[in-house]
């Protein structure tokens, strides 16, 4: 479905002047950018009228598809009445709001929630608060954070150093401040020779002698829980997590869930803490939290934390961003907490949930392994990651190239194919999408 793009002076355009993110601009000399002019539901259609389905939610965002009529609605309504106003010495009703749905949806332990305007500022909050706390708690060397080595939770500086992946590290590594990284699971290649279905998540080994060595210097532990989005959709099962609350817990070690990937239903509830009776001390949000409409995140905590802040102006907690709870993004969030709560909907997921299990089972011939949880599917192509698939030949690049002949927006990460649709498509689609894969897949390892 690639046209004559090449020529097309809006394309020429951005060549000259916009540098995007995570792109090889060479790459647009012989396939541009798709220039994407408006999107309906779970489409993209660019100039030429083509349709691409976005098998990725655009980056994990979109929950309730493009163009979604009851957000378009409880956006143009606050616009109405404010678009922007700062969030210190002021408040607003979206806000209010907002923070009152989000605490009633986590675990009862979490109480106070803090805005900001992207997930990994999320991540810089909860980092920071943790910090905070235990100097105000007089624990002034609990000062690192322990990370897992397949561990991401953003770019900036400082989520950058609690990043487990070399890719995202190795040019800026002399900068980032110093934590302690940890061996984490991988269930793949999993080197106790188990089943992430009924393993007892003995690799959790390294992470408890980790804690229990420097429990004096650590001041929290951050994880993707249940799944590492960036290292290749590594998926884990829950006991592992159960493993590291009991260790925070006696230890008193912070334990930091960055759920800005898997939170609002993407693994099928609402929260992984929630549905796994875990506690975190914090918990990182973002990505679906406007179902892809606006910028916003929230790093939620509790009462305890919070109280260490209170009182004497000295204790107050400096992190302000222009952006802050910004209104528009709000009242955005609030419908699509209602899309999410009303109606049974995270219950309708499950049928879809098996479709994709099922439509999955057609991988199964492949050397690879397809796994799933909730409405994350990935595909990973082979065991023998370095021989076959070694980086200089793209095999990723080319299925994303195939995907857009097909009609399939795919983002493969290295050699792991992954499904990340909104959560608004339906069976027959997931069929689409994983047929076309299939198709798209076969054509480039022939
Ligand atoms: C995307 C992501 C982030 C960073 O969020 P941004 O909004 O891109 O800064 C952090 N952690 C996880 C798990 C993510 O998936």
Redesign the pocket.
């Known amino acids: 479905m690639i046209t004559e793009n090449k020529s097309d002076l809006e394309l020429v355009r951005d060549f000259h002047r916009v540098w995007h993110p995570c792109t090889q601009h060479k790459d647009f000399e012989t396939t541009p950018p798709i220039l994407v002019e408006r999107a309906e539901g779970i489409y993209l259609y660019d100039r030429q009228g083509n349709r691409y389905m976005d098998v990725i939610a655009s ?2 965002v979109n929950l309730f598809g493009h163009n979604h009529p009851r957000l378009n609605e409880a956006l143009t309504r606050q616009l109405e009445k404010m678009a922007h106003v700062m969030f210190a010495g002021i408040t607003h009703q979206p806000a209010i709001d907002l923070a009152d749905s989000l605490v009633a949806l986590s675990p009862p332990e979490l109480e106070k929630v803090f805005f900001s305007d ?6 810089e909050v909860a980092l920071k608060m943790s910090l905070q706390y235990w100097q105000e708690k007089g624990k002034t060397q609990k000062e690192q954070f322990a990370y897992l080595k397949g ?6 500086l400082g ?1 950058l150093s609690v990043c487990g992946l070399e890719i995202f590290r190795n040019k800026f590594e002399k900068v980032l401040a110093s934590h302690l990284p940890v061996e984490g699971p991988d269930c793949f290649r999993c080197p106790y020779g188990l089943q992430r279905e009924s393993c007892n998540a003995e690799c959790f080994e390294p992470m408890e002698k980790a804690l229990s060595e420097n429990s004096d210097t650590i001041a929290g532990v951050i994880v ?1 829980p249940l799944v ?3 290292a290749g959709m590594m998926m884990y099962p829950p006991v592992y997590l159960k493993k590291l609350q009991t260790a925070c817990e006696s230890l008193a070690i912070h334990m930091i869930f ?5 939170a609002f239903g993407r693994t099928g509830s609402m929260f992984v803490c929630g549905a796994h009776d875990l506690r975190p001390t914090f918990l ?1 949000l ?2 679906g939290i406007t179902s892809g409409y606006l ?1 916003l ?1 929230a790093t939620l905590t509790t009462d305890e934390i919070y109280s260490a802040f209170y009182g004497e102006t000295r204790k107050l907690f400096i992190h302000s961003h222009s952006y802050s709870a910004n209104p528009l993004a709000c009242a955005v969030a609030n419908e699509t907490l209602k899309l999410l709560t009303e109606n049974n909907f995270l219950e309708s997921l499950k049928p879809k949930i098996a479709a994709l299990k099922e439509y999955g089972k057609q991988f199964d011939s492949m050397e690879g392994e397809f796994r799933q949880t909730g409405m994350i599917a990935a595909l990973e192509l082979t065991k023998k990651k370095k021989e076959r698939f070694a980086a200089e030949k793209r095999v990723g690049y080319q299925i994303f190239l195939e995907g857009l002949k097909r009609g399939l927006f795919l983002r493969p990460l290295g050699d792991v194919v992954y499904f990340i649709p909104p959560l608004v498509i339906t069976e027959d689609e997931i069929g689409v999408m994983l047929n076309t894969a299939h198709d798209c897949i076969d054509a480039i390892l022939k």
């Open positions: 980056w994990w992207n997930g990994s500022t999320a991540v561990g991401y939770h953003g770019e900036t989520a993707e590492q989005g960036a960055d759920e800005i990937a898997v990182c973002s990505k910028p995140s």
